[in-house]
């Protein structure tokens, strides 16, 4: 089992629309989560981290954390075509080292 | 603040040959990383230093890979001879010090698209 899993995608919501992204972990990985998006041919930006169990919300985005099922989500709220791009998961794991799921490919259509 | 610099942005070589990058950490960020990212997938970690030591690199394929942080700040990260599997993007990454548990967030410089042929 990867030690951080994600559904490539596309996923493909229509502009104004939740866009719901998912990422599950293996026992090997920490308790502590990051959401990068990376557009095409640039490098990944961090949006969001997420320490603790439940919900954490800033603007447009909410990342949820759910240690018990060992499964992360970010939501995307008012979905725009700026937001397309794939969105990495990455979570620490026992040898403190990052590591990243291969990413979803997020599609905004207007 | 400026944020982690690398280059070149490109690089294109033949098989068999020698390629260098460089990296530059946000001020004051103690901690390196290389990453290797193969299209489609997530990045790779190569190697990660703190200060001038290093502090994993079970990753790095040694006996091609070599990677130095000489003054604790800026980083270079080698290939020789390079194989066409080496063809990635090679992002450089940094963080305040790291600690155990997890709680360090990192930022990608733009990264070092190699192409081998």
């Known amino acids: 089992q990867k030690e951080v899993e994600q559904n490539s995608g596309p996923l493909s919501v229509p502009e104004g629309a939740i866009a719901s992204l998912n990422c599950t972990y293996s026992?090997?990985?920490?308790?502590?989560f990051f959401w990068y998006r990376q557009y095409s041919g640039k490098s990944p930006e961090l949006i969001m981290s997420i320490y603790s169990n439940g919900d954490k919300e800033d603007g447009r985005f909410t990342a949820q954390l759910n240690k018990a099922s060992q499964y992360v989500s970010l939501l995307i709220r008012d979905s725009q075509p700026s937001d397309s791009a794939t969105y990495l998961c990455a979570g620490y794991n026992a040898g403190n080292m990052l590591t990243f799921g291969g990413g979803t490919r997020l599609m905004v259509k207007p | 603040e400026a944020g982690v610099a690398q280059s070149p942005r490109y690089k294109i070589i033949e098989k068999r040959q020698s390629v260098a990058f460089w990296c530059n950490p946000i001020?004051?960020?103690?901690?390196l990383y290389w990453y290797q990212q193969i299209l489609g997938q997530g990045p790779k970690l190569l190697i990660q230093f703190q200060n001038n030591g290093v502090v994993d690199d079970s990753q790095l394929p040694k006996d091609r890979f070599s990677a130095e942080r000489l003054k604790g700040v800026d980083s270079t990260l080698k290939i020789q001879p390079a194989k066409l599997e080496d063809s990635a993007v090679y992002l450089c990454a940094s963080s305040l010090l790291a600690v155990r548990g997890g709680y360090n967030e990192q930022f990608f410089g733009p990264g070092t698209r190699l192409t081998v042929l």
């Open positions: 001020s004051g960020h103690a901690t």
């Open positions: 026992d090997r990985v920490s308790q502590s």
